[in-house]
């Protein structure tokens, strides 16, 4: 991948797994491979104490000069990174970010108003409500489609357009919902809709299933509606 895009993009490499040693060796090799920054989920499935939880985030620091990026998403991990984790973890040098799927906006603003950690969100519907928070951006599975819908949303912000920044958020939700909570996971509906586009998106891993034509009509008709 570095080799594909130079300089024209920094790459981001999950190492997230369930084995610390297993993620210290992704890292490694990301570093190896010209990574610019790493991304690492909490240990999933085993669902570690918070105190195993912030060495496991240590240790990745520690092995790579790479910045690392927190990845919080307990729906898909089944453990949170709670606010006081994140807060401890925020004096590693290397620490530097998150990217924040959890839904807990309290939780988030304590970590935002006592450190200097970058948030993301990772949850579509967010953009603007973290955004206005004092996140850093987003990292997004709808914007793969519709990338300058979303941009727009920060750029209005930026401007101080805080009504218009709404209302190109609200412009997206329909899409959003449809990609993200139609019960197909989303990886499979950004693939189709890509697809359907005719740009090159490939096939998803088994065992997940390519979405069927009705959804992926379905989506393609959501998405001629945003961008008429």
């Given at each position: 991948?570095?080799?594909?895009?130079?300089?024209?993009?920094?790459?981001?490499?999950?190492?997230g797994t369930s084995d610390t040693s297993h993620s210290v060796e992704l890292a490694r090799a990301a570093e190896k491979a010209g990574a610019d920054a790493l991304l690492a989920v909490a240990p999933y499935y085993s669902r570690p104490p918070q105190d195993a939880i912030e060495a496991h985030f240590r240790e990745l620091a520690d092995a790579s000069a790479l910045p690392l990026a927190l990845y919080d998403i307990p729906g898909r991990t089944g453990v949170r990174i709670e606010p006081e984790t994140m807060i401890r973890l925020a004096d590693h040098p290397r620490i530097v970010a998150v990217k924040d799927c959890a839904y807990d906006l309290m939780g988030t603003q304590k970590v935002l108003a006592r450190t200097d950690l970058a948030f993301y969100t990772?949850?579509?519907?967010?953009?603007?409500?973290?955004?206005?928070?004092g996140g850093a951006g987003y990292i997004s599975t709808v914007a793969n489609v519709i990338p300058r819908h979303f941009r727009s949303v920060i750029d209005a912000f930026d401007a101080g357009?805080?009504?218009?920044?709404?209302?190109?958020?609200?412009?997206?939700?329909?899409?959003?919902?449809?990609?993200?909570?139609?019960?197909?996971?989303?990886?499979?509906?950004?693939?189709?809709?890509?697809?359907?586009?005719g740009l090159p998106s490939g096939p998803v891993r088994a065992p997940l299933r390519s979405a069927d034509r009705e959804a992926t009509q379905q989506l393609l008709s959501a998405y001629e509606e945003l961008t008429a």
């Open positions: 991948m570095r080799e594909a895009v130079g300089a024209r993009a920094s790459i981001v490499t999950g190492i990772g949850c579509d519907e967010y953009v603007l409500a973290l955004y206005a928070l357009g805080t009504t218009e920044a709404a209302r190109l958020q609200q412009r997206t939700l329909p899409l959003t919902e449809l990609m993200m909570a139609s019960g197909l996971p989303g990886a499979v509906t950004a693939k189709a809709l890509l697809g359907g586009l």
